[in-house]
């Protein structure tokens, strides 16, 4: 069992360390960040693996040698798993999110997810977060539960058009939020990798019209994150264009120029603001700390 150091975010005490524990294989902690990158500790959720969609930068292209082919556990071990975590000593003394979207997308299996977002309603401590391009939330909607986060992954039309295969258009994505947020749901926005193409200030800037028309008070978080060219998924990538430009080295495979990433996210800022949304409410995803100590950006993550 793996020990991590931990910190207790309002106070100034020193921290602490207690050991982490991996549950079958099915609750594990994420605790890979490189030094120079920012990204939060979080627990994976690991009830399936692959992604029915065929977005041109996956980086799960990487992580499964090229095999995405949507595979889930047996439903009763991970319920199994999720029972144990929440009589575990360590998830006892500490609420806890769990994504069950880092190496799937959470909906693609609805009538699964549905068995495990049950479980989560059966306590009151810890959340499941659930990351999608889907809209198949209509199990959700039959019966909202309030332990369960949904973030929406959407992009500009332009890049859905270029890049993103198989999945629903932005606009009905946004529609699902929506609903969902209608429903009772907290709600939560990723717009990653945003691709600065040509015109795509006026792309993304329709793509946050479109969102704050649906959402007129904003998603409760939005994270922000360009493109990483990691070795693996370069090597798996059937295509590559969206990789053009990615010169810069850092811990979390290539990026486009640090010059570049601060004028997108700058504008960003912008725009939310002129929205009226609160940016201490946006947070960037596995961006270098150099540039988010620059931009003066929390580290609050959609994965925590």
Known sequence: MARITLFDLNSKAKPYEEPVPNIDGVV??????????????????????????????CYLQGTARGQKTPRPRKIGGVLAAIEKAFNHPYFIKHPSIFNSGELADSLMFPELMAHIADKFEQQT????????????TKFLLEKPRTQTIVSFSINANEIWQRWEHKT???????????SLQKAGYEVRARIDPIFPVEGWRDHYSRLLELLFEYLPNGPEHITLGMPRGLKKTLIYSRDRSWAEG??????WGRKL????????????????????F???????CKETSLLVKELGMGQRCNCI
């Open 168 to 178: 629903p258009a932005p606009e009905k994505r946004i529609e699902a939020a929506s």
């Open 278 to 284: 609160d940016t201490e409410k946006v947070a960037l």
């Open 125 to 136: 401590k810890h959340k499941l977060l659930l990351l999608t391009k889907s809209t198949n």
């Open 28 to 57: 594990v902690y994420f605790d890979k960040t490189p030094d120079d990158i920012v990204c939060p500790h979080f627990w994976e959720l690991r009830w399936a693996f692959g992604c029915p969609f065929d977005c041109a930068y």
């Open 257 to 276: 120029p640090a010059e570049q990433r601060r004028e997108v996210y700058l504008f960003f800022l912008r725009n939310l603001r002129a929205f009226g």
């Open 246 to 251: 990615l010169t810069e080295k850092s811990g």
